[in-house]
């Protein structure tokens, strides 16, 4: 299946159709928006093209991106399946197990480095200390978003940590610390025609 954007507004199914013939064309839909008002069904501008066979669907990406129809360059790519947002959610339902040796912190004062973040929880043996941050193109800076994770040495350490440091004041600010959940590795779940 083909997918083709940039589309005039006025090209009808039959046209588009039309216009890829030479590919074994089996159907053309235009996606179009309900007009209450007007009551009427305009086009949206994009498409699909289902050709016969995947060498029908390469010859028409190479040949007929960036064809142009009315003045308009249409471009042609393949089309992808959609996933169900159910089948996603089958997946991520499963019980998310809690880390032994890791901890979620919240509510850091947004001024606070990694260094001092992880001078904070040094005497529970930490390895690891980061604060999540987010780049500001206006700035050109990684802000904090004023939460991080800690991986400790051992789990006495984290539930030390967790026992106390939740409410631990820094800053004019009471700190949350819970343990964090263990990372999924995410699979590939998209795939093409």
């Known amino acids: 299946m083909l997918f083709i954007k940039n589309l005039p507004f006025s090209i009808t199914e039959e046209k588009l159709k039309e216009i890829f013939s030479k590919f074994e064309v089996v159907e053309a839909t235009i996606v179009k928006t309900h007009k209450k008002k007007q ?4 086009s949206k501008g994009f498409g699909f093209v289902t050709v016969k ?11 007929m991106n960036n064809f142009e129809i009315e003045g308009r360059k249409i471009i042609v790519a393949a089309a992808y399946k959609r996933i169900e947002k159910k089948q996603v959610a089958k997946k991520t339902n ?3 197990q809690l880390s032994e040796t890791n901890i979620f912190v919240k509510n850091l004062p ?13 005497k529970y043996e930490v390895n690891e200390a980061t604060i999540v941050k987010r780049h500001s193109k206006k700035l050109n800076t990684d802000r904090s978003k004023g939460y991080g994770f800690v991986v400790f040495k051992t789990t006495e350490g984290q539930k ?3 026992e106390e440091m939740n409410n631990f004041e820094i800053e004019g600010r009471k700190i949350t610390v819970a343990p964090a959940y263990q990372r999924v590795e995410k699979k590939e779940e998209t795939t093409t025609n």
């Not at 947004?110 to 040094?122: I, R």
């Open 110 to 122: 947004f001024d606070l480095t990694d260094e001092s973040f992880k001078k904070l929880f040094e």
């Open 53 to 63: 066979t995947s060498e029908e669907q390469k010859k028409a990406i190479a040949e």
């Open 160 to 162: 030390k940590a967790i």
């Open 39 to 42: 009551n009427v069904n305009l």
């Open 94 to 96: 499963e019980p998310k």
